[in-house]
């Protein structure tokens, strides 16, 4: 059986996400946040020398990085399906949004979260930090102006990869999404898939994604 391992609010939740929209059959392990550190309990981390989330399990198999585990559910469990195949003209769009997420938005995100930290102290260097974080951004947003979804007409699993560092991530690198409204209107196209609905249900129960 796959289970998906889920630390509370965090990026994991893509894969609870990933299983309901492909209809595969899973069994969700949640474990809450340590609440001294926030990070995730030592039973967690003891499932991958990584020692980081996300991973799924499947039997005696562990499988770690957002990415690997998005792939080899895809093509393990889900026939293919919201992935874009080397044939198809958006291939290279479909790779490129994909990896953009956590190759480039993340990392940007994580600046951004520690430059609003050296801010509070008065450091001179937090306009350079942030650059990033906005071409980042602004890509998304300019991306969306072409098209309803990143990799072209229709819903990929580079949509799933991309949620995170555009809704929960803004709790610790705060933006205002009110001049992006291409990127408005795309989550709220995301929040009405009742699929991504059963799946915050399961993976956070109470918790509101920030969609707005």
Request: aromatic letters at 12%; glycine letters at 8%.
């Amino acid at each position: 059986m796959l289970t998906v391992h889920h630390r509370a609010t965090s990026q994991s939740d893509q894969n609870v996400w990933l299983c309901e929209e492909l209809e595969v059959a899973f069994e969700l392990k949640r474990y809450e946040r340590d609440p001294v550190t926030r990070f995730a309990p030592p039973e967690y981390g003891a499932l991958h020398p990584i020692c980081t989330t996300p991973v799924i399990t499947n039997g005696g198999l562990v499988v770690g990085e957002s990415a690997a585990i998005i792939d080899y559910v895809i093509h393990q469990h889900g026939y293919g399906r919201l992935s874009v195949a080397p044939d198809n003209a958006n291939y290279s769009d479909y790779l490129f949004w994909f990896h953009f997420a956590n190759g480039s938005f993340m990392p940007a995100a994580m600046i951004g979260m520690f430059a609003g930290i050296l801010a509070a102290g008065g450091c001179a260097a937090v306009s350079a930090l942030t650059q990033r974080l906005d071409r980042a951004w602004d890509m998304v947003k300019d991306r969306l102006t072409e098209s309803p979804f990143l990799a072209g007409a229709n819903f990929t699993a580079a949509d799933i990869m991309s949620l995170f560092p555009l809704t929960t991530m803004r709790l610790f690198a705060p933006r205002d999404i009110a001049g992006y409204p291409n990127i408005a209107a795309y989550l709220q196209r995301i929040g009405s898939r009742k699929a991504f609905q059963r799946a915050m249900a399961k993976a956070d129960p109470g918790f509101v994604v920030l969609l707005t």
